[in-house]
């Protein structure tokens, strides 16, 4: 599978798999439990899908299911805008960013000290949803057995 992966991220036009490297998304959202924060990136790049290490590739007979695990240096790049209520302070924002690790949570405290903001689950889950559609579409071309015998 590590063989497969650079192949991958530039996208097999040939049996349809898209390029996954770099992957784009728009207005992806995130916000508090009671809606008082929210951030937004309106324009996300991710970067790096070719460098991904293959750490576990198995196929899961008994589950017609195959376990992939990846670790993937990745890198992201866009605008962002911060709007709402912060404690006592509102807040209105926007800008470029570049980030290089995805964090899956980051605290922030209300009075009641218990909100907390989920920044890195909206992201995480358009990244794998797109590599799992571009891997459906390679494993859907490529049969299994024949790809595990090279």
Known sequence: MQIAFPYIADGISEIGVPRTD???????????EQNSFRFTLPYLQIRGGRRCKVVEFRQLRDQSALKLIVDCPLLGTGTYKLNGKMLIFDI??????????????????SKDKTTILQIGEPIESSIVKNLFNALKVFFNRV???????H
């Open 22 to 32: 770099p992957m784009n998304f728009e207005n992806i959202t995130m916000w508090t």
């Open 143 to 149: 049969p299994i057995d024949e790809f595990l015998q």
């Open 92 to 109: 209105d924002k926007e800008g470029d960013y570049k980030m290089q690790t995805i964090q899956p949570l980051m605290n922030v405290f």
